[in-house]
């Protein structure tokens, strides 16, 4: 079955303590893309890849790192996650950055306290 | 940088009925992307339609539709025969290109349409 796969689905976690959230595609997609929702602000993107080892930076990329070593797999790593990184996560890929259909992960529920 | 704007945050229709949910968007690209998606309570993110900026004919997919005017950058969406399982938040987005930044994507706040029986 088709998917992208995020893990973990909830974490509650403390000030500066480095967390990565896990991002895995089976679709032999290029792209992928990592997204925050906050009520009232739509999906912001943090992150994206075209490739392997290619990353650009989104609309919010401030406090975020991402690595791309292969094609699968797009982790997000909070090095030190804040409480305004509190949010709902999601993980895209699609194929190439043309007219196709996004693939969305289930989301992570990150919470900073 | 690209702007999207949905100006309803919430919206209600009779089921069976038509609704139609606004989306306006600011770019000084020529051809783009733009996509509707549908997020229902269970959080998952759905594609509903998609569009090419290029493409005059506006995009059809079953009871979805919408009205695509370029040169007023609005793209809304249609929805007929509106079902119950249409309840849910509805995204607007845009992205870019190949090219430049290409990859980049933004997206609406969202609509909130709620189908009452």
């Known amino acids: 079955e088709a998917q992208v796969t995020q893990n973990p689905r909830y974490l509650i976690t403390v000030t500066g303590k480095k967390l990565t959230v896990t991002c895995s595609q089976n679709?032999?997609?290029?792209?992928m893309s990592w997204y925050r929702q906050d009520p009232g602000l739509g999906l912001r993107q943090i992150y994206y890849?075209?490739?392997?080892?290619?990353?650009d930076k989104g609309d919010v990329p401030e406090g975020y790192k991402v690595s791309r070593k292969e094609k699968r797999n797009f982790p997000l790593i909070l090095e030190s996650p804040s409480p305004n990184q509190t949010s709902l996560y999601f993980c895209?890929?699609?194929?190439?950055?043309?007219?196709?259909?996004?693939?969305f992960g289930q989301g992570t529920r990150l919470t900073v306290v | 940088a690209q702007t999207v704007t949905q100006s309803q945050p919430e919206m209600s229709v009779q089921e069976a009925e038509t609704v139609t949910l606004s989306c306006t968007y600011d770019?000084?690209?020529?051809?783009?992307?733009l996509f509707w998606y549908k997020q229902p309570p269970s959080r998952q993110m759905i594609l509903v339609i998609r569009?090419?900026?290029?493409?005059?004919q506006n995009a059809t997919e079953n009871r979805f539709s919408v009205n695509f005017q370029k040169a007023a950058k609005s793209f809304s969406l249609k929805i007929s025969d509106s079902q119950l399982g249409d309840t849910a938040m509805y995204f607007c987005?845009?992205?870019?290109?190949?090219?430049?930044?290409?990859?980049?994507?933004?997206f609406g706040d969202g609509t909130t349409l709620t189908v009452k029986p």
């Open positions: 895209a890929s699609k194929l190439g950055t043309a007219n196709t259909e996004a693939f």
């Open positions: 679709m032999n997609h290029e792209y």
């Open positions: 890849s075209m490739n392997v080892e290619v990353t």
């Open positions: 770019t000084s690209e020529n051809n783009y992307y």
């Open positions: 569009q090419e900026a290029y493409k005059q």
């Open positions: 987005a845009f992205m870019k290109p190949p090219g430049t930044n290409a990859g980049k994507s933004t």
